[in-house]
């Protein structure tokens, strides 16, 4: 299916806001040590990073990407079955373990948490599993406490990020001798980010005008602007029954606390799928409904950062390109090769949808056309999430098309 589009709190609003405005955008998996992260990146990307029975395993992030899940891009490869296909990817960062106190350099400390200041999207996994075999860093199952425990210490680092730029701010200002002086946006937000912060209260839980936005963009990277969808790691045995004593309470806990999303999936039935020679049979015995969750995960990551696709189909080759939401036509052109942006004049779109309905299963967009379903479109043009386009492009550098 393709990626999702929820309707947003003003929380997901905000996070779309935040943060770096790009086509290459991450999501890093974040949890306390031995909750699932590196099994679970494992099954994302198809790697085989070390995921062994003890605290800080994982010490370097590892990368990888993994394919987005669209239906429709399936369909155009189906139709025109090109010689070269390529899906849209999400980047994902396998970051190590957090422990209480990481903020003060407990643990991997500030290293984890510079890793996680690096990417732009938060897989947040909780271990809502009892296993005698599989340490827990507090010596028992809370995902409570793991919750706030996280939580708290993206929030102190936020704070020391806020101390220093407020530092860096008013040194700047001295430096001028009176020439500058500190605005009262950055004042009224930073007295706000002071006290929500304090309070272990997340950057994007708060109600945030463009200009304040903005100062933060530009001024501090916050951890806790970061949009998050929270994985509840759950045995094999709850995740086909589709109930946990913890789920109720977690659901709860997000809602007061900035809210996000939650999907609750399975290590244990992921990995039983994975290695299923029968796939189908494999999830036939586990029950009607029963499927995994992993294309959920990937696809709602994607929409989180507020990533689209655009396709390019024909008889060389249908490919997925990823632009952030709202790029204009000359920026989705760029993403395909960079002088193809500046040397843009015009974009022939189709909706896919209208492409599917019109096209009568053939390789053409004559259909599209006769339905007065196919535009040209100009600079001004904002790309729409399964466009399928066609760039006419100008002159570029030595004559060449």
């Keep these: ?90 980047m994902v960062t396998d970051i190590a373990g957090l422990i209480k106190g990481a903020s003060e350099g407990a643990g991997l400390g500030n290293a984890f948490l510079s890793h996680i200041q690096a990417v732009d999207g938060i897989f947040h996994c909780i271990r809502i599993f009892e296993d005698d075999d599989v340490i827990h860093v507090d010596d028992s199952i809370d995902p409570i406490r793991d919750l706030e425990t996280i939580q708290g210490e993206l929030c102190k680092k936020d704070l020391d990020i806020l101390k220093k730029a407020v530092a860096a701010e008013e040194m700047a200002v001295k430096k001028s001798g009176g020439k500058f002086k500190l605005s009262p946006t950055f004042l009224g937000a930073t007295e706000k980010l002071k006290d929500m912060l304090e309070k272990n209260i997340p950057v994007r839980s708060g109600d945030w005008s463009t200009p304040e936005i903005e100062l933060i963009n530009e001024k501090m990277r916050f951890i806790t602007t970061k949009p998050i969808v929270y994985l509840a790691n759950m045995t094999k045995a709850d995740y086909i029954r589709k109930k946990n004593k913890w789920l109720a309470k977690i659901h709860a806990w997000i809602q007061s606390h900035g809210g996000g999303v939650l999907i609750p999936f399975s290590v244990e039935f992921e990995q039983g799928y994975d290695q299923a020679a029968d796939k189908e049979a494999f999830l ?8 995994s969750a992993l294309p959920k995960i990937i696809t709602t990551g994607y929409s989180q950062l507020n990533l689209v696709n655009f396709f390019t189909a024909g008889d060389k080759e249908v490919r997925a390109w990823t632009v952030y939401g709202g790029a204009l036509a000359p920026d989705a052109a760029s993403v395909i090769h960079t002088d193809f942006g500046k040397a843009f004049i015009k974009a022939e779109v189709a909706a896919f949808e209208d492409f599917k309905e019109h096209c009568g299963g053939q390789k053409s967009m004559a259909g599209v056309k006769a339905a007065g379903k196919y535009r040209i479109e100009g600079k001004s043009y904002v790309v729409k999430d399964g466009d399928i386009c066609f760039f006419q492009i100008g002159t570029i550098g030595g004559g060449k098309k």
């Excluded at 036939?284 to 499927?291: F, L, Q, R, S």
């Design 1 to 90: 299916m393709p990626p999702k589009k929820s309707s947003k709190s003003l929380e997901e609003e905000n996070a779309a806001k935040f943060g770096r405005v790009k086509a290459n955008l991450r999501m890093g998996v974040v949890g306390l040590p031995n909750v699932g992260k590196s099994s679970l990146f494992n099954l994302l990307t198809n790697q085989n990073v070390d995921a062994a029975n003890f605290p800080f395993c994982t010490i370097d992030p590892n990368e990888a990407r993994c394919a987005v899940p669209d239906a429709r891009y399936e369909f155009l490869c189906d139709l025109w079955k090109p010689p070269s296909t390529q899906p849209a990817y999400l």
């Design 284 to 291: 036939k015995e586990a029950g009607e409904g029963v499927t």
